[in-house]
C-alpha cells in the first residue's frame, strides 16, 4: 500500500487549505485513516482520523471545529478541510491508514498505524 498525500501549501492565518490522501497498491478497505502533523523540532502528534465503514470521526482539542476529515467514496480518497488555519498549524501532514480493529481511544497513537504517506506542508503565515 502506499498513500499519497497532497494540497499542501501556505496560506496566510485565518484562511484554509484541503489535503487529500489518496491510495494505491492493493484493494484498499483499512479500518481507519489517520492524520497527524510534526512541526519542527516537535514530535508528530494526532490531528484526526476517520473511519473507512461508516466515517465515524475523531479529533485532537487543538483541531475541533476548524478541521474536518471526510471520505471520498467515488475517489476512494480522505480528505482533511482545515479552516481558521493559524502560525501553529504549520506543520508537515501525513496520513497514515490502520488495517485492523482497535479500540478508539489508541486512534492518537502514531506507532498503531501499519502505513503512512510521504506528507505534505502546510506552511501558515501571520
Known amino acids: 500500500v502506499q498513500l499519497q498525500a497532497s494540497g499542501g501549501g501556505l496560506v496566510q492565518a485565518g484562511g484554509s487549505l484541503r489535503l487529500s490522501c489518496a491510495p494505491s497498491?492493493?484493494?484498499?478497505?483499512?479500518?481507519?485513516m489517520g492524520w497527524f502533523r510534526q512541526a519542527p523540532g516537535k514530535e508528530r502528534e494526532f490531528v484526526a482520523a476517520?473511519?473507512?465503514?461508516?466515517?465515524?470521526?475523531y479529533y485532537a482539542d487543538s483541531v475541533k471545529g476548524r478541521f474536518t476529515t471526510s471520505r471520498d467514496n467515488a475517489k476512494i480518497t480522505v480528505n482533511l478541510q482545515m479552516n481558521s488555519l493559524s502560525p501553529e498549524d504549520t506543520a508537515v501532514y501525513y496520513c497514515a491508514a490502520k488495517f485492523t480493529p482497535l479500540r478508539n481511544s489508541y486512534l492518537g497513537n502514531p506507532t498503531i498505524y501499519d502505513y503512512w504517506g510521504q506528507g505534505t506542508l502546510v506552511t501558515v503565515s501571520s
Open positions: 476517520i473511519t473507512w465503514i461508516g466515517s465515524n470521526t
Open positions: 497498491g492493493r484493494t484498499f478497505s483499512p479500518y481507519y
